[in-house]
């Protein structure tokens, strides 16, 4: 191989035209990755790029997905260290190159060691302006949102990061039919009163207003996932709320005891297979509470509560929470769209929803959000 | 990170249950991928499985294409150096996987240093059998059986390596569709008789009885490209010949001299712009000699000459060949069929096929060879 | 022409296996189709088959599908009269033919001349059995279920019988989807409690215990129009309620004065474009006891509230009744599933839902159905 | 009903601005339709619109499809008789509405009993100049031209009118997106040589020259069916010739015998099940003896054999017989296409192509002739 002399390295923090996509600090030095679809773009000229990557997981090793001139070129894990990686070689110097480098995988709760950092790039050519899109989109939701079972065969179970995307996602898709840039918060297995399994300590409304609350440990502690978001930086035209699926799951799973205070938590089912009325009411309560919290931290945004794709037991809950907010708000800019229910064919792996139901709730969905843009 | 320390190195010499696949040589220590599809298959268990590769280039750098249980999971740039890759990882250590790692790109006869070989494989898991797919099928072709620009946007025009694709193109979904393991030999630019500028020594035909006898150069020829090919491991039961388009190129593109000997060369047009006819002739014996060729080597293969992705002006002087070749041998199990033109809806980038093109041919070429096989 | 001499001709009264769809009176002599999707279906040999009409008309003169083995081979206007009509000719006599004549326009309350009757049969055949289906869904609309638009050129804009279509519309794709027996009650710019532009009295509530009290004038009271409805003869697995779309409309139409009592009806908006809390809160009730009268004469069904084809505002105020419904009835079979809204490209003629739109719709809403009827 | 006093009759032969569709005499008093997707074509004002037909058969009777602004309003039977059918009524009577009645079946060699004729419209309206397309194209085929089994359910066997469409088939689905004109001369069963069935007078280049050869009686005789087509009234830009399924159906059929000289026919296979050379060679000359028939009527047309619906046996001796001519002719306005094959999923009635084998075609065929036509 012969080397290519004038490849120049550039740390992100040096780069003027670097566009970061996703909730982080303002460290750059390196830039830390934290949510699912978080990244960097850059338009470069120049015929060969590289990125320098830093990562570390316990459980749960990073994936990323590169993307040049918006065709998914490449898809891959990356395994612990630090290290170079070449996004393209071999391009005319000239021409300006449009790439994205996006983090494929959720923030993983699970795995407090798991990190991914971008330390620098390496270039023979020069930064161009990326300019901000017309719109942006803030996507908060959990492992449908998360893009669980995306990828592999329909009779894939296992829970790893293999099976996540980011780019083929319906948040991903429906910010690119908008032409918008977006941001997505999510956790799979998470609702907004409790995880899928009633543990009330697994909901995302409790660290919306951290940059990534939801992880633990000293590791993320000095990366600063524990830091107030700065939202003054960056004000969504339109806020997705996905979540609900794992609170509807929490009345027919098993209860979760805290094994601190002893408490058991439970949401109930009535003999008939209705749902408790007090327990329905703690989830309207949280996801009222939550609309609350959004609207105080994303002034002009419209928030649209999407849920559906995994069937819909919570929708009269949601109306009901919506209605409440609303009447006590005073807050119009506040509505609810029922995405298509995932079937036999559009099914991924791990039951979740496949690619095929991505674009069709992208498709719905897409349409929907135009009409409120377009206000 | 914590180690595995379960993972045990194997050769792939000692591996017993090692599937090839793609025209390549009998030394696996180390196994030289030559050709796009050219990979290995394996079905493994275990929770963990890295294979380790080692590649080299001057201009085109190798790329591969991941697939676990049918799924691709991952595409990426080999960059120069030998060194592991993690296929997998965190999986339930009993149950088997079906992996397949890949060549996503063709023979690089313009890069005499581009090499890709692997060495060994890294698990903490046991080797099954592979078993053998019903059917074998041969597919010979030019940058379309290539793949060449089935990845990128529409305007791109560089020739590199990531516009290629081994998965997503006609050859292999008709395979996958026919339950068929499958071998592709192809070039970008070359054609039966001559490339698509005129080069008569850029054709098919007169490497197809070597490994990889297009290839040049010591490396190339220390690696086993140009030895002859060991065609009775590997009988196929369809010979799929898309060739012809770069034949039809050269009527309408410059001449080409060999600086060596000043001749020049030159498929000419009529002035109404219709094809010479002793040009067209010379186009036609060598396709007969080809036919020849192919029956000479595979004896039980139904050959398919299969044209048309780019338009088919050829086809007239194909079907003399095909006609002049049956009448001569008295063989019947040649035919021809016509793939569907691409058009700006399915076109890819470099105005090659893109991936909907490759989609409709690979439908349409799957149900003429089922009426074939099913004889 | 020869003519066929083994014709017979059968009164309906007089043939048993007669199986006839849609709401209607005792009367066979003749028989009356009021509403869109009504008919009959016969199982029937021989080789040809005709069917006696009667129709007349001031304005919209009726129009019917025919179809032969679920096939639609023939729609077509009839003009006024009492005439014979050919479903088929020339097929072989032994087999049996399953035969639908179905009304494809919807009962017109703005014609009170507008009837269509069928007297009898002629066939040289004999009638074999005609099995009821697994389900029965009843429909419930305005002028997306009365198959407005489905027809015609996206540029037409008039209201005549001739751009309706019964056979086409989600109603009856879905129902054929769940292999179900269906009957569809609707009217155009008809709403839940006013139509379009206000008029309390064009609500379906209103009459729908009548056999189709919508109509008026003596003719339709001497055809049994306006007599109670024999809810015991037919009693639906489910009820799907597809209005509101007009309800909507009502708040940005102008007024509606009745001309009798001087009195003036208005769905107002508030000044922030939001509606008025009270006039919701009217429809809202108007919803509820909807509710109860559907209960009342539908012991068993499940009853959905479709909602969104047309766009979607009256949402939040379908949850709201329902739910209170609900509450009061302590009724846990009714619930809320929202349509696909028809775009640019599913759009029909007179900017109703087209084919492709109604396709749509009949898959979601069957994926929705099949979950209710599995429990 | 109200009669609508402002109608007014038209005889054909007096309206300045009909326009008539495929191949007939030069009679308008009647207009007598012989082949599939002939009919009339208007632009009028007015409010309603009737045609007066004319038909009679002993076996098949005649199908109509009525077509209003380009959208297809009404397919119906035409039982025997003179009489009036309305196309529409109640629309607008100032605006201008495109009306086409087609004949939606092929002509009925089997039944010389069978015509259908146009003899007057009556409206209120007026009639407006109906512009000439840009591209007129002529079909010649068999059952796949004649739309056999694109109506009916894929059990159906008879051979009946009900069975057959002129709308949906792919000639006119081509004809509509290349925004051409069209003529149809087609015929179940017959082929260039022989029919099906080795019959050697069932072919269509013996009858090309005359108005509607292929029938058979005085009937048709009277009506002009007979005479010699005037080709300088309509030439096409380009000619389709859809022939060759039929041809080598007869390969595999049992003799034909004439009762008359006692010959017998039958085109033979080999012991090895390849086509008998001699057998095969006469098609070819048939073939090559239709080509110049054609362009000695046609001038300046693009000639396309299009072939492959249903299989393509043929096509080796296809391509020979283009050959053939072409070396003859000098002509190089010929060419051939394959049309993709019907499988499982776009079949139809009958084992014939299905409407989505003619939607499939039609797209092939499109693009295909759009090359052509853009020289």
Known sequence: MKDNENLK??????????????RTTNNRSPLTLFWTGSGIELNVTGSELWIEVECDYDLYEPWIHMLVNSAPVSRRMLTAGRYWVCVFRGLNENAAKNVRVLREIQAMSGDPACSLQIHAVKTDGAFLPVPEKPYKIEFIGDSITSGEGII????????????????DNYAALTADALDADFRILSQSGWGVL???DNNPNANLPRYYEQVCGLLAGEKNEELGAFEPNDFGAWQPDVVVVNLGSNDGGAFVSPEWKDEVTGKVYKQRLNEDGSFNEEDASNFEKAA??????LRQNNQHAHIVWAYGMLGMPMMPAIYRAVEAYTRKAGDRKVSIFQLPNTNEETVGSRSHPGALSHQQAARELTGYLKGILAK
Do not use: C, P, Q
Request: zero cysteines.
């Open 152 to 167: 592999g065969d329909k009779a894939e179970t296992e829970w790893i990061s293999m099976w996540f995307s980011a780019v």
């Open 288 to 293: 009222e509470r939550f609309l609350h919290t």
């Open 9 to 22: 390295i550039y740390n992100l923090a040096d780069i003027g035209h670097l566009k970061v996509h996703g």
């Open 194 to 196: 409790t995880s899928w």
